[in-house]
């Protein structure tokens, strides 16, 4: 398992405390887990995602992620509109943790209210929050 | 360190079952037709499934040798947290074997069935006097099952007092199953967090218990291990809104003939009888997840009931037009309930009280000589289990997947990884009462002497197991890509 120098958290995203990342594309906001989480989960080995065109809140549950260890719900950074998710996560599961903030996203969301990005931690404050649960 | 029990021997390779058939084998006869041939009907007619064609030596020789592969409770320590791996007594398997039960139909009349039917009804009683509970069903099939059954009947006894509540407490400290199984009932499972100590706070549960909530589901002892001494006063929380207490009882062989969930305001719970009350299980059963209830549950419980008539006989009443139907063919999985009455029986009151106050003494007697060299996350008194994590292995990048894989090569059962899930890396460890003084000091210095390999020399721990027959699993392709069948 990696130690905390050894994460990455790259600073364009902002972050859950419950270890989801959020990046703005334009309108939309694209949303996965972090390095973190994949971490300590372990091998991925399912993911559920919603169906698209689903109206969900911020903090809502929005799927879960199966390792070989457990399985965890995962909860919307901002409440919106899901309009498209990671088809490619149902034959590769494995994409979560070999790529989390790129090829391993799992949905994209047009925000209701796309000032609630801005209550989420950024790369620094989610860290000193890794070091607080560490 | 101490000599390790696991050694090397002829080991026999087994290929797939399907790799041994071949085409026009068969492991029995077919008795001599006495009734006219007739064609199956059209609609049963199609492609056979693709089943190995076998002999039973063929048979026998495959899951014996698999067999030798296993590390069970009739060879080693089972240390298995939450699960209750006790051994299993010879004594239940003959008397379950008495020609009487095990020739049994399940169709029979109860006027010809009042031995079995007996047997079922003592077992309820003292399931009953056990818990201090008024009823109990035998029927559910497993602990969720139990679980389900009672939600079941929670939501029907709400129902009938005119209410549809919608959401249930979970603490974190649960068993996974519950609010899966009040997920099942259309209730929203509403978690609640433990507090510091590893138990439930009333103030937490307080906060969030209102008139929408149908009751609280309560593992006590908890998944942690430890005794949940809040249960009353949270009791009383949750019943002055007009919810229930559902208690799931799984790890009930901590409490044996110590404390009655009846007095501490629960009113309804499931036992497992093939943890607790040591029928064998694993394998995926079968197991048996009675559910007990205070009287005014009772008409909701399942048909049919076993009842006693005025001359002394039993019989099965179906006429229980408030129950929530039946959750199991027949009675339930008879030869487990036989095994646990065998149990209670032999072991009588005082054996039940003594077995359990030893299940919470191995557990703290490993729990107190592990604990310098194992993280210990609640440094307390624990009950029948202990919950260790990986920390202390972490700066050497070892897990406790490798602690427990390690494990193998000394010749023990790993124990539960990651679960309980408020713990981040845990070790569960239940010894149970069946193991030794002497069989938990050879397991304890076994975990002793992994920790010091795992500061020594990791990769001793990555590369584990080496010495079992087949070497570290690919878990996560076995999960992504399952192939169930030749």
């Given amino acids: 398992m990696k130690t905390l120098d050894e994460l990455i958290l790259p600073d364009d995203l902002r972050y859950t405390r419950d270890h989801e990342w959020a990046r703005i594309e334009g309108d939309l906001v694209r949303v996965g887990i972090t390095d973190y989480a994949q971490d300590q989960l372990g091998d991925v080995v399912y993911v559920e995602l919603p169906e698209p065109g689903q109206t969900l809140g911020r903090g809502e549950e929005f799927g879960t992620v199966e390792s070989v260890k457990a399985v965890s719900e995962l909860y919307l950074p901002v409440g919106g509109e899901i309009v498209e998710v990671n088809a490619g996560l149902s034959d590769a599961p494995q994409l979560v943790n070999e790529s989390p903030y790129d090829r391993g996203w799992m949905v994209l969301v047009r925000p209701s209210d796309p000032a609630e990005i801005e209550g989420l931690l950024d790369a620094e404050a989610y860290r000193e929050h890794l070091e607080g649960i560490a | ?356 106050e030893l299940a919470v003494l191995n557990a703290n007697y490993v729990k107190e000589r592990l604990k310098d060299v194992l993280h210990l996350p609640y440094d307390r008194p624990c009950l029948h289990e202990c919950v260790f994590t990986d920390r202390n292995q972490i700066p050497r990048k070892v897990t406790a997947l490798d602690i427990a894989k390690r494990l193998i090569d000394y010749g023990y059962h790993p124990p539960t990884i990651y679960f309980p899930l408020v713990v981040r890396g845990a070790l569960m460890i239940e010894p149970t009462e069946t193991e030794s003084k002497a069989d938990l000091d050879g397991f304890i210095e076994a975990l002793r002497a992994i920790a010091a390999e795992a500061e020594a020399e990791p990769q001793l721990l990555h590369d584990a197991p080496v010495q079992a027959k087949r070497r570290r699993l690919d878990e996560a392709a076995a999960a992504r890509s399952p192939c169930l069948t030749g």
């Fill in chain 2, 1 to 356: 360190m101490t000599a390790r029990v696991g050694t090397t021997g002829l080991v026999f390779e087994e290929p797939l079952i399907w790799e041994r058939s071949r085409s026009g084998r068969t492991g029995f006869s077919m008795p001599r037709r006495d009734v006219p041939e007739a064609p199956l009907p059209p609609g049963l007619e199609g492609e056979a499934p693709d089943l190995p064609e076998l002999t039973e030596v063929d048979v026998v020789r495959h899951f014996t040798r698999l067999s030798q592969w296993n590390v069970s409770v009739d060879t080693t320590t089972y240390p298995l947290g939450s699960c209750t791996m006790k051994y299993n007594p010879r004594l239940h398997e003959a008397v379950v074997a008495l020609e009487g039960l095990r020739t049994a139909h399940p169709l029979l009349p109860p006027a010809l069935a009042q031995g079995p039917l007996r047997i079922l009804w003592e077992t309820e009683r003292f399931l009953a006097e056990i818990t201090g509970m008024d009823a109990v069903s035998l029927q559910p099939a497993a602990g969720a099952q139990g679980e389900l059954t009672g939600i079941l009947v929670i939501r029907a006894f709400l129902a009938r007092r005119g209410e549809r509540r919608t959401k249930i407490l979970v603490p974190d400290t649960a068993h996974g199953t519950n609010p899966a199984s009040a997920a099942l009932c259309g209730l929203r499972p509403v978690p609640v967090a433990s507090g510091p100590g590893g138990v439930l706070e009333p103030a937490a549960v307080e906060a969030v218990m209102d008139e929408d909530v149908a009751g609280i589901m309560v593992t006590n002892p908890n998944t942690l291990g430890l005794f949940e001494e809040n249960l009353k006063e949270v009791a009383e929380i949750v019943h002055e809104k007009g919810g229930l207490v559902y208690c799931d009882g799984a790890n009930l062989n901590a409490l044996m003939g110590v404390v009655r969930m009846g007095d501490l305001g629960v009113d309804a719970m499931h036992l497992n009888l093939h943890k607790t009350f040591s029928a064998p299980h694993g394998g995926g059963g079968p197991g048996s997840g009675p559910l007990c209830v205070r009287a005014p549950l009772e008409p909701f419980l399942p048909v049919p009931r076993i009842v006693e008539r005025p001359d002394g006989s039993l019989d099965l009443d179906h006429d229980r037009p408030l129950s929530v139907g039946r959750v199991h063919a027949f009675y339930g999985n008879f030869g487990v309930i036989v095994r646990a009455w065998a149990y209670i029986r032999s072991m009588g009151a005082e054996g039940l009280r003594r077995a359990s």
